[in-house]
């Protein structure tokens, strides 16, 4: 999909900002939005303002670098949005943002990763939790970098999730998708669980909706896991290793 004029991307990115506000996928001045603009630059939120008051002008404009080509001062976490669009020429729209349900499955030990429901293979493929990572640092487009390369919906562990697309609609989509797969999974860990579908069929729900098969089902394709390890089973296998 073509890249977008900057007129274009900031109306979208300030209507998509106020929508992720009104439908409480995010704080206020939580989370952070971006496009990719035809001359090569970016588009994105800028740090501070009220999601859901932004208007086009509020949107800030900045190089490849991240360098602000105007007002504003871009969001702290511009970093994550420059290593996804490194790492994937296909995707034109970021979305950062705070959804409770998902983080709220996450911190209570759930996997998202699991397929419980057909429809979440069609609108997210498989949705990756990747590990801790400090929010505003270096750490932050680092630890995300594997999972980027691989996957389009993303939670990041105790913080946010990331949602990519070829548009900022996309996006937007997924990011709804992620949440919605959420309040479904919490409300089935509450009434007791369920069974994951098999995996002879979830191959044949991607060959329905994904006839490309995204990288994470390419063989030879190096991916990180959907879930992360837990560092906490790591350390007492390896101290209880050290008492032997």
Do not use: W
């Not at 409770?100 to 979440?120: D, F, H, N, T």
């Not at 937007?172 to 579908?197: F, N, Q, S, W």
């Amino acid at each position: 999909m073509p890249a977008l004029d900057e007129i274009t991307a900031r109306r979208q990115i300030a209507e998509v900002a106020r929508e992720i506000y009104g439908r409480k996928l995010s704080g206020a001045s939580d989370g952070n939005l971006s496009i990719r603009l035809s001359d090569g630059r970016f588009a994105t939120t800028p740090t501070g303002v009220h999601k859901g008051r932004m208007r086009p002008e509020d949107v800030v404009i900045v190089d490849a670098a991240g360098k602000p080509q105007g007002p504003g001062k871009p969001s702290s976490e511009l970093a994550l949005h420059l290593a996804a669009y490194q790492a994937r020429p296909d995707v034109h729209a970021v979305i950062h943002a705070h959804p409770p349900m998902a983080i709220a499955y996450q911190l209570a030990g759930g996997q998202l990763s699991e397929v419980l429901v057909s429809e979440v293979v069609f609108a997210c493929g498989i949705i990756a939790t990747a590990p801790y990572s400090r929010p505003t640092t270096a750490q932050v487009p680092e630890v995300l970098a594997p999972f980027l390369r691989c996957y389009d919906v993303m939670v990041m562990a105790r913080h946010g999730s990331v949602t990519l697309g070829p548009d900022l609609d996309t996006a937007l989509v997924r990011l709804d998708a992620l949440e919605h797969t959420a309040l479904i999974y919490c409300t089935v860990k509450m009434m007791g669980g369920a069974e994951p579908i098999p995996p002879q069929e979830v191959d044949q729900l991607f060959a329905i909706a994904k006839p490309q098969p995204p990288p994470y089902r390419q063989p030879g394709v190096a991916c990180p896991s959907p879930e992360p390890v837990d560092e906490r089973l790591v350390q007492a296998v390896l101290a209880a290793l050290g008492r032997r």
